[in-house]
């Protein structure tokens, strides 16, 4: 007697069946492993940097040279995990942080009249940047803001600058909108 059609047919079928209602088990169960396993949690949010590169690139043109900064740069409208869920036409970029200016650069700034600076609170941060935020006696001009927003270089920024002249510090928190 030989093997008759139909069994060997069968055994096949069952095989094919568990791995293809298998696959999809395995591929969940290997994504949440990943998202278990120690290390592999991904921020939720922007990190704090400290490169001046690109905050030199934006804002030496009225600001002069940026050291030693803590800033974030992230778009807005973006959900936590870095990924927007509909691609929107715009794209609102928020710059915030604080830096430090050249030697007497927050002075030279706040010394120009036109500009009419007058002591102020600091603005609202991100939790992350919080620490590396003095204490300190912040200036603010609605002049010198508008003049810092129509000068920039890149996309259309509108923003705030606070400065302390005691530590040459800048605080800015800047919206840029790309369309």
């Excluded at 592999?40 to 905050?55: A, Y």
């Excluded at 900064?69 to 715009?90: K, L």
């Excluded at 600076?117 to 609202?124: D, Q």
Aim: glycine letters at 12%; zero cysteines.
């Amino acid at each position: 007697m030989g093997v008759q059609p139909g069994h060997q047919r069968g055994h096949t079928d069952r095989r094919r069946f568990l791995m293809i209602a298998g696959l999809p088990l395995l591929t969940a169960g290997a994504g949440l492993t990943y998202l278990l396993w120690p290390g592999s949690i991904r921020p939720s949010g922007p990190e704090v940097r400290t490169d001046t590169e690109p905050l030199n690139r934006r804002l030496r043109l009225f600001l002069g040279e940026l050291t030693d900064a803590h800033w974030m740069g992230y778009d807005i409208d973006e959900s936590g995990g870095g990924d927007r869920s509909i691609p929107g036409p715009d794209s609102r970029v928020r710059l915030v942080g604080v830096a430090h200016l050249s030697a007497g650069g927050a002075a030279a700034i706040t010394g120009r009249p036109e500009h009419a600076f007058a002591p102020a609170a600091p603005s609202e941060l991100p939790d992350p940047l919080k620490q590396y935020v003095p204490a300190a006696a912040w200036q603010h001009s609605p002049g010198f803001d508008a003049y810092a927003n129509e000068t920039g270089p890149e996309g259309n920024p509108s923003g705030r600058y606070l400065f302390d002249t005691a530590h040459d510090l800048v605080q800015f928190d800047i919206m840029y909108l790309s369309t």
